[in-house]
C-alpha cells in the first residue's frame, strides 16, 4: 500500500504533477493518517450522520442518501450538511516567494485549496473559487457538481502570480458578490494594510459568512535568517533595499511579530478562524485547522 | 635597530610602520562587501522598510564603532610593532637634540652595598636606563668622578649602544672624588659640545665628605659653577645615597717604628672608628702577617668614636712583609681592612762622615755617635739593628750614598756643590741626612751651600756660636718642649731620673740655629735660651735632622749622658723612615719609588689589587731610575717587578681615604648650598626616577600602553560584536 502521508510534505508534492491527483493524495495522506475511516470526523455533520440502527426514529433517515448508497443514513441536519465554501486564493506577485527548497506561498495555497476543494466536492457539498490580486482575476461560483472539481482546479493551477494586493477592495468586492451564505478560506500571505485586511474580512462576517483564514508566509518571511548583505528586490513592484539583514533581524522579526499578532488579533475579535501556516509545514496541519475550525463551528 | 623619528615620535622598528596598511583591511573588506552581496526577491518588505526606518541610525553607529574598532586594532598592532616612543618625553624641548653628560660618582662610598647590589651598580644600572630610552639623536658623554675625574666619553657620542658598553664596563675606585676637577672636567667636555641643549645627569651618594668643600675650595668651585651656568645646561641630580647610615671601619694602621729591622718588636696600631650613632658596636680587629693570620682583638666603640687596637708585631726575617688589619664585613667592605707594606731590613746602614777622623778611641767626632748606634757591647748574637761605617770628610765626594740608609755628617768643614747635591739625590731616594754641628764647620759654606736661602738641604741658617767650649763658663740645658716630639716622646712620661740624662746634659758652644720664617722644620728639642738644640724637616722623600751642637764632647756632655744614645737611634731610625714611609700611600696618590740610577728605563710590570697587570719603565730623575705610577685608585697591595738589570720585586700598598668611610649625605637643602643659584633637579634613586620621568629629559616607551590598548580594543571588540550581534567579519552598513 502506498505510503499517501509523504505527500503532506508540500516539497514532495510539488514533484508531482497534476493537482488533481497532489489534491487526492493530500487528502487521502491525511486521512490515512489521522482516521481509520475516510470520512469519520470529516466534519460535525457527518459525524451525526450515522448510519441506522433498529430503534432509531425514520423520520430523520436521509433518503437522498439511501437513493445514492442504498444505505440508511439518519438525516436529522439536512440544510446544514448543504455547505457552500468559497476558497480565496491570492494570487498577487508577494505569493510567488519562495526560499531555499520550500514551494511558494502560492504553491502551498494551491495544495490547500485544491485539497479542500476535492475534500468538499467528495461529500457532495458547493466549492466556489475567487482568484484575485488586487482586483478578482477569477471567479467560479459555487457548484458541487463532480465536474466543478475539475473546473476548480483548472483555474487554480492557471492562476498566475502577479500585480500587487488590495485584499480590503477585493474582500468587500467579494462579499457584495457572495449571495449565498457559506464557509470563506482565505488563502493569503495578507502582505497588505492589516487594518483594510480585516475590515474586508469583516465585510464577509456581517454577510454572516464564517471565515477561515489561511495566513501562509514562507520561513524567511518569519525568521528572516539571512546574514550577508542582500540586496532585496521587493515583489510586487517594491523598492531595492541593499542591507545588512544580520544587524535588521531583531528589528524586522518585531515588525513581522507586531503584523501577525495585528491579524490574529483583528481575527478573533471578528470570529474568524486563523491558521497561520509556514510553507515548510506539512499540509495536513492546514486540513486540521480547517477542520478543528468547522468542528467547533457545528457544535 | 634602526630607529626613525617622525613628527617627534621616534620607531625602534620602523621598517615596521608598514604593517599600519593593515589597517585597512577592515576598510576594505567593508568596502568589499558593499560591493559584493547576494541578491533575492523579497515578498515582506513592508516590514523591512519599517525595521531599516527604525534602526537605520543605530545600525550605522553600530557598525561605524565596530569598523573603526577593528582597524584601531590593526593599528594599535602595527604601531606596537614599530615600537615608537615619544621623543618629547620629559623636560627638553621638543626636537632638539640633546648632549647629556652623564657624571658618575666612583668613589669608595658607593660601593656601599646593599641587596646585593653597590651604590655604583645601581648608578651604572641608572645611567644604562637613561641611555636606553634615550632619543635618537641626543649624544652622550661620560665622566667617572674620581679623583682626579676620568672623562670616559668625552665628545659627544651619538652611538649609544656603544656609550652603554662603556659604561657597563666602569668599575668604582677605593679613592675620593673631587667635585672642582670633576666640574672642570665637566666644563670642558661641554666646551667641545656643537649641541646647543645640554643636561647634567650626577649620579652619586652625595656623600658629605665628597660634596661638602672647604672654605678656600668653595670659593673656587663657586667660580667652576658660575662658569657652568653661563652655559645653561639642566642640572639632574639623582642621590644613591641614605641618610642616617651606619659604618664601621679602620680608619688608621701605622706602626710604630720608623725603620723595622730584623728581630725588632714594633707595634701595629690600628684605628677602629664607628660613624653614626649605633650604640653598642662591637668589632673584631685581625692581623695577618703575609696572609698567615696573626692575632684578634675585639672593641667596644662608642657611638661616632675611634678605639685604637694595638698589636705587637716582631719581625723575624728580612724582606717586604705585607701586614694586613681586618674587620669583619660590613655594607661598605673596602674600608673594613687597611694594609701596611713593611720592608724588614737586616739593620739600617748608617754612614758617618767624620770631620775630625782620629784613630784613637773617643778622639773622633763620629766615636760617641758610633758607639751609642751600634753598641759594641752588646750580645754579639742579637740582632743589630743599625750598622754604622765611619768614613772622614775627604772621601764624601765618592762615596755613592744609594746603600745607606741615613748619613750622619759630623763637624764636616765645607762642602763643595756637588756634594750638596749628592746629599740632596739621597733624600729624594728617601735617605736620611742628620748635620752635626762642631767647631770645623764654617757656617759661611753651610748657609750658602746646604741652606741657600732655604732652597737647600738644611731646615735652618746657622748662625753665629753661642757659648765659649773652650772656656766652659756657661753651659745650657736641653729643655725638652714637653717631649711632644717623637724623637723625644720616649721620655715623656719617665721619672725625673730618668728624664735628668737629657735635661742636665750640658752644652757650652752651639751654632745658633735661625729657621726661615716660612720653615717647615719642627724643633724637637731646644736649648733653655730657648735657641733649637735640635731641628726635624722633611726634604724630597727624606728627613734632614739638624743638631746645633757637637756630636762628641768637644762641644756638650750630651754623648756621655745616658739619653744619647736611644735619642740617637731615634734621630737616625727617623732620618732614614723615607724608606718606609714611600711603600704606603693613599688611595688615588701617585706612587714614587726611587732606584738606582742604572735601572734607568728598566721595565716594570705592576700587579694591581684587581689582578690587571699594568706595564711601565723607570725614568731617569735627578740621576735615579724613578717609578712612577699613578694607577692607585683601589685599595690593596701593588707588586712591581722591574726588570734587568735591576731585577728586584717591590711592593706597595695603598689604603683609602677615611673620610670616604663617613656615611653623612647631603640632603637637598645641601645640595642647593653647594650649587647657590644654579637650579638643580633632585630626585631620589631609582624609584623617584621612575615616578617623575620627566626629571630627565628621555624617550617615553609607548609599545606598552600600545599594548595594554590593544587589549583593551580587542576586548571592546568582542562586547561590541556580540552587543551589536555581529559576527566576527562582520562589519556593514546599511543602505536603503
Known amino acids: ?299 | 635597530m634602526a630607529a626613525r623619528l617622525i613628527w617627534g615620535l621616534g620607531f625602534a622598528n620602523a621598517p615596521l610602520l608598514y604593517g599600519l596598511a593593515a589597517a585597512a583591511i577592515p576598510i576594505v573588506i567593508h568596502l568589499l562587501n558593499r560591493r559584493k552581496f547576494r541578491e533575492t526577491s523579497w515578498a515582506a518588505m513592508r516590514f523591512l522598510l519599517a525595521a531599516i526606518r527604525k534602526n537605520q541610525r543605530r545600525i550605522r553607529i553600530e557598525n561605524w564603532l565596530l569598523l573603526l574598532t577593528r582597524t584601531m586594532v590593526l593599528v594599535f598592532l602595527g604601531l606596537a610593532m614599530a615600537k615608537p616612543f615619544l621623543e618629547s618625553y620629559g623636560a627638553v624641548l621638543l626636537g632638539r637634540r640633546t648632549h647629556r653628560v652623564f657624571v658618575i660618582d666612583a668613589s669608595m662610598s658607593m660601593t656601599y652595598t646593599s641587596a646585593d647590589k653597590s651604590r655604583f651598580d645601581q648608578a651604572k644600572d641608572l645611567a644604562g636606563r637613561l641611555l636606553k630610552e634615550s632619543r635618537s639623536g641626543d649624544a652622550v658623554s661620560v665622566i667617572l668622578m674620581g679623583e682626579p675625574p676620568r672623562v670616559v666619553i668625552g665628545d659627544p657620542s651619538p652611538n649609544l649602544a656603544e656609550a652603554r658598553k662603556e659604561i657597563e664596563a666602569l668599575e668604582p675606585t677605593h679613592g675620593r672624588a673631587d667635585p672642582r676637577t670633576t666640574l672642570e672636567a665637566v666644563e670642558r667636555v661641554l666646551e667641545a659640545s656643537a649641541i646647543p641643549q645640554k643636561e647634567l645627569v650626577f649620579l652619586s651618594d652625595l656623600q658629605s665628605a665628597t660634596w661638602r668643600v672647604g672654605e678656600t675650595g668653595s670659593d673656587e668651585l663657586k667660580r667652576v659653577i658660575s662658569r657652568l651656568e653661563a652655559r645653561r645646561p639642566r642640572i639632574v641630580f639623582v642621590d644613591l645615597g641614605k641618610s642616617g647610615g651606619e659604618n664601621r671601619a679602620l680608619t688608621t694602621l701605622e706602626i710604630d717604628a720608623p725603620v723595622v729591622t730584623v728581630g725588632m718588636t714594633a707595634h701595629i696600631r690600628a684605628t677602629v672608628r664607628s660613624f653614626g650613632s649605633a650604640q653598642g658596636v662591637s668589632a673584631r680587629a685581625r692581623l695577618s702577617d703575609d696572609g698567615r693570620l696573626g692575632p684578634e682583638e675585639t672593641v667596644e666603640i662608642p657611638p661616632g668614636e675611634a678605639v685604637p687596637v694595638v698589636f705587637r708585631r716582631q719581625f723575624s726575617t728580612p724582606g717586604e712583609h705585607l701586614i694586613e688589619v681586618s674587620l669583619d664585613d660590613d655594607p661598605l667592605m673596602v674600608d673594613n681592612r687597611r694594609r701596611l707594606v713593611v720592608p724588614v731590613r737586616e739593620s739600617l746602614s748608617v754612614l758617618l762622615v767624620d770631620g775630625h777622623y782620629k784613630a784613637e778611641p773617643y778622639q773622633a767626632e763620629t766615636d760617641y755617635l758610633a758607639q751609642a748606634l751600634e753598641p759594641s757591647e752588646e750580645d754579639p748574637g742579637r740582632p743589630r739593628p743599625i750598622r754604622v761605617e765611619v768614613i772622614s770628610e775627604s772621601r764624601l765626594a765618592n762615596r755613592d750614598l744609594t746603600p745607606y740608609d741615613a748619613v750622619g755628617l759630623c763637624n764636616v768643614a765645607r762642602f763643595a756643590p756637588q756634594e750638596a747635591s749628592a746629599l740632596d739625590q739621597f733624600l729624594r731616594q728617601g735617605g736620611g741626612v742628620v748635620v752635626f754641628g762642631g767647631d770645623q764647620v764654617s757656617a759661611e759654606n753651610y748657609n750658602q751651600i746646604l741652606f741657600d736661602e732655604g732652597r737647600g738641604i738644611l731646615p735652618a741658617a746657622l748662625g753665629p756660636t753661642v757659648g765659649d767650649a773652650a772656656k766652659k763658663e756657661a753651659g745650657f740645658l736641653m729643655n725638652a718642649l714637653n717631649y711632644r716630639h717623637p724623637i723625644v716622646a720616649e721620655f715623656g712620661g719617665e721619672s725625673d731620673t730618668v728624664t735628668a740624662g737629657l735635661t742636665q746634659a750640658i752644652t757650652w758652644q752651639y751654632h745658633k740655629l735661625i729657621p726661615p720664617k716660612d720653615g717647615k722644620g719642627t724643633i724637637a728639642l731646644a736649648f733653655d735660651d730657648g735657641d733649637p738644640a735640635v731641628i726635624e724637616a722633611k726634604r724630597h722623600r727624606g728627613t734632614v735632622v739638624l743638631v746645633a751642637t757637637s756630636a762628641d764632647i768637644g762641644w756638650t756632655t750630651w754623648p756621655i749622658h745616658k739619653s744619647y744614645p736611644p735619642i740617637m737611634q731615634q734621630i737616625f731610625l727617623r732620618a732614614a723612615a723615607g724608606r718606609l714611609e714611600q711603600r704606603n700611600i693613599r688611595v688615588g696618590e701617585p706612587f714614587d719609588q726611587s732606584f738606582p740610577a742604572s735601572g734607568v728605563a728598566a721595565p716594570v710590570s705592576i700587579t694591581t689589587p684587581s689582578g690587571k697587570t699594568v706595564s711601565a719603565k723607570l725614568t731617569a730623575v735627578g740621576g735615579l731610575g724613578q717609578l712612577h705610577f699613578e694607577q692607585t685608585d683601589l685599595a690593596g697591595r701593588y707588586e712591581a717587578r722591574i726588570g734587568p738589570p735591576l731585577s728586584v720585586v717591590s711592593s706597595f700598598a695603598a689604603n683609602p681615604d677615611p673620610s670616604e668611610s663617613d656615611p653623612a649625605k647631603l640632603d637637598r637643602s645641601g645640595l642647593a648650598a653647594v650649587f647657590g643659584t644654579l637650579n638643580v633637579v633632585y630626585v631620589t634613586g631609582s624609584n623617584e626616577l621612575a615616578l617623575d620621568p620627566g626629571s630627565v629629559g628621555h624617550r617615553g616607551e609607548l609599545h606598552r600602553p600600545l599594548l595594554e590598548g590593544l587589549l583593551i580594543l580587542l576586548l571592546l571588540e568582542s562586547l561590541l560584536a556580540w552587543k551589536f550581534g555581529r559576527g566576527p567579519s562582520r562589519a556593514r552598513g546599511a543602505r536603503t
Open chain 1, 1 to 299: 500500500m502506498e505510503n499517501y502521508q509523504k505527500y503532506l510534505d508540500p516539497r514532495t508534492l510539488a514533484s508531482l504533477e497534476g493537482l488533481d491527483l497532489q489534491a487526492r493524495l493530500v487528502v487521502e495522506g491525511y486521512v490515512a493518517g489521522m482516521h481509520p475511516s475516510p470520512y469519520h470526523g470529516f466534519s460535525v455533520e457527518f459525524a451525526e450522520h450515522r448510519e441506522y440502527v433498529p430503534g432509531d426514529d425514520i423520520r430523520h433517515v436521509d433518503w437522498k442518501v439511501w437513493s445514492k448508497t442504498d444505505k440508511l443514513y439518519l438525516k436529522q441536519y439536512e440544510e446544514e450538511t448543504n455547505l457552500l465554501l468559497y476558497l480565496l486564493l491570492d494570487v498577487s506577485e508577494s505569493m510567488d516567494y519562495a526560499s531555499g527548497e520550500n514551494v511558494t506561498k502560492l504553491q502551498y495555497a494551491r495544495f490547500i485549496a485544491a485539497a479542500l476543494a476535492y475534500m468538499i466536492l467528495e461529500q457532495q457539498d458547493s466549492v466556489g473559487l475567487v482568484v484575485f490580486d488586487d482586483a478578482v482575476r477569477r471567479y467560479l461560483k459555487p457548484a458541487g457538481q463532480p465536474s466543478q472539481l475539475k473546473e476548480v482546479l483548472r483555474v487554480i493551477d492557471a492562476a498566475p502570480a502577479r500585480e500587487k494586493t488590495d485584499m480590503g477592495a477585493v474582500f468587500h468586492d467579494l462579499a457584495e458578490r457572495f449571495k449565498k451564505r457559506g464557509v470563506v478560506v482565505v488563502l493569503s500571505d495578507l502582505l497588505d494594510d492589516p487594518a483594510r485586511v480585516i475590515a474586508g474580512i469583516k465585510h464577509f462576517r456581517h454577510r454572516r459568512h464564517e471565515v477561515v483564514v489561511f495566513h501562509i508566509l514562507d520561513p524567511a518571511e518569519v525568521d528572516f535568517p539571512f546574514r550577508e548583505t542582500t540586496l532585496f528586490r521587493g515583489l510586487e513592484g517594491g523598492a531595492e533595499i541593499l542591507t545588512d539583514p544580520h544587524a535588521l533581524r531583531e528589528a524586522y522579526q518585531d515588525e513581522v511579530g507586531k503584523f501577525l499578532r495585528e491579524i490574529e488579533k483583528g481575527c478573533r475579535m471578528i470570529d474568524v478562524d486563523y491558521v497561520p501556516l509556514r510553507t515548510d509545514q506539512s499540509l495536513d496541519v492546514a486540513l486540521s485547522g480547517y477542520l478543528a475550525s468547522r468542528s467547533a463551528r457545528i457544535r
